[in-house]
Every structure is written in structure tokens, then in C-alpha cells.
Nanobody
Framework: QLQAFGGGLVQVGGSLRLSCAAS????????MGWFRQAPGKEREFVAG????????YLADSVKGRFTISRDNAKNTVWLQMNSLKPEDTAIYYC????????????????WGQGTKVTVSS
């Protein structure tokens, strides 16, 4: 129901734009988030956007570099990633929560399959 794509290999300082497309149902009333999981590490919150797209939240590690946005008419959420660093290398997942706001992965009910981002130095 959620499909993330747009990952790939990019050099340090480069940019990528991840997309998360929903199918089969609408997530226009859900809080949408992006998480990432690096090898050997726990899945962590990266960014979140309120159902209307007005409020956005970013992890401290990506503030000033990443932007999250959504278009409910297109049932799509994006994660624009700029000034990428090697530590951004991970599998990125989009997810939907029925809560108004959450940074906890346990609050997310729907998950995409993940898209891999590799930042090379």
C-alpha cells in the first residue's frame, strides 16, 4: 500500500529525492514519516509531515539538509535530501501513522518496503 522509491548511489554532497506513493487507499488523514535503518543500527525517525502538510518535523541530524512534503491529491510524500553525507547511508522507509504526530516507529501501522540510499565518499 506504500511504496518508496528514488534511492540510489550518490556522492558526498549530492542530492536525492525519495518518493512514497500510496495505493489501494488514501493516507490523506495520516501523519506520514520517513525512517531509515543503517546496517547494524535500529530504525530511526528522519522526518514527518502532518496530514495537511503544514507541519513538518526533522531529526536533528538532517535539519537544514532534508525536506519533507506531501501532496494528498497525488497520495504521495517526498523526502528531498541535499548535502548528503556518508552517515546518511541506509535503507529509507516511508510509513503512515494514525496519530496526529509521532517519531516512534511503534506508532506507525503502514510501512513501505524501503529504498536503499548509499552515499559514497
Amino acid at each position: 500500500q506504500l511504496q518508496a522509491f528514488g534511492g540510489g548511489l550518490v556522492q558526498v554532497g549530492g542530492s536525492l529525492r525519495l518518493s512514497c506513493a500510496a495505493s489501494g487507499r488514501t493516507f490523506s488523514s495520516h501523519f506520514m514519516g520517513w525512517f531509515r535503518q543503517a546496517p547494524g543500527k535500529e530504525r530511526e525517525f528522519v522526518a514527518g509531515v502532518s496530514w495537511g502538510g503544514v507541519s513538518t518535523y526533522l531529526a536533528d541530524s538532517v535539519k537544514g539538509r532534508f525536506t519533507i512534503s506531501r501532496d494528498n491529491a497525488k497520495n504521495t510524500v517526498w523526502l528531498q535530501m541535499n548535502s548528503l553525507k556518508p552517515e546518511d547511508t541506509a535503507i529509507y522507509y516511508c510509513a503512515a501513522s494514525e496519530r496526529y504526530y509521532s517519531r516512534s516507529r511503534t506508532d506507525y501501522v503502514y510501512w513501505g518496503q524501503g529504498t536503499k540510499v548509499t552515499v559514497s565518499s
